[in-house]
């Protein structure tokens, strides 16, 4: 079954660094999403993509964070200069439709811990 | 804005007991409703949606029924197993927010021997 994945699954970066954190969603679906998760709190939007550009962003995505699909695979979330409050799970997603009741697809998430 | 609003966990129950998750939202117009599942380890899995009133979602022996008189999405399981072990997230799509997904703070549920 095609599956979303993504990498690394924890990442541990200082105050200040920048982090990327790399996704492939599934190769036929054309929307990609990231969503965050701090700990204990609720799974929260993040940034809608398509036809390699922002289609919807939340207030949470300032200018610190970024989004690229670089080539035909991969779709990343880059964090330019870390914050101890951008711990949390980041979940990417993609679905094949932009339609509202098309499943979206998450990958097994990647934990950064920001020290 | 849209909200999802979930009982919190962690609800501890006995192999073959009845699961009850409630959940209720907020949002305009004729949202989509969602149940995902995260198994330990994994990643959100959808379990269940239902796009319309009065639609029943189910799958794995879980049902939830979209009820916009009460705007609710319980989640009901009538016989719960170990491997049902997992935290259970509900979540809505409104019908004008493009994909955006609302997710309600999830609830873990943990199913003893």
């Known amino acids: 079954e095609p599956e979303v994945t993504q990498t690394p699954s924890h990442q541990v970066t200082q105050m200040g660094q920048e982090v990327i954190l790399r996704c492939v969603p599934i190769?036929?679906?054309?929307?990609f999403y990231w969503y965050r998760q701090i700990l204990g709190q609720k799974v929260e939007f993040l940034v809608s993509f398509y036809n390699n550009e922002i289609s919807e962003k939340s207030e949470i995505f300032d200018d610190q964070f970024s989004v690229e699909r670089p080539d035909g695979s991969n779709f990343t979330l880059k964090i330019r200069s870390t914050k101890l409050e951008d711990s949390a799970m980041y979940f990417c997603a993609s679905t094949e439709t932009g339609t509202g009741n098309t499943e979206a697809f998450f990958g097994q998430g990647t934990r950064l811990t920001v020290v | 804005g849209d909200s999802v609003t979930q009982m919190e966990g962690p609800v501890t129950l006995s192999e073959e007991a009845f699961l009850t998750i409630n959940c209720t939202y907020t949002?305009?117009?004729?949202?989509?409703l969602f149940w995902y599942v995260q198994y330990p380890g994994e990643g959100l899995q959808l379990l269940l949606k239902?796009?319309?009133?009065?639609d029943k979602g189910s799958n794995k022996g879980f049902e939830a029924t979209y009820r916009k008189e009460t705007t609710s999405f319980h989640l009901e399981k009538g016989s719960v197993q170990v491997s049902d072990s997992a935290v259970y997230f509900c979540?809505?799509?409104?019908?004008?927010?493009?994909?955006?997904?609302?997710f309600g703070g999830g609830t873990r549920l943990m199913v003893k021997p």
């Open positions: 949002a305009t117009g004729y949202p989509s």
């Open positions: 190769s036929n679906h054309l929307y």
């Open positions: 239902a796009t319309k009133a009065d």
């Open positions: 979540a809505l799509r409104g019908d004008n927010a493009g994909n955006m997904l609302t």
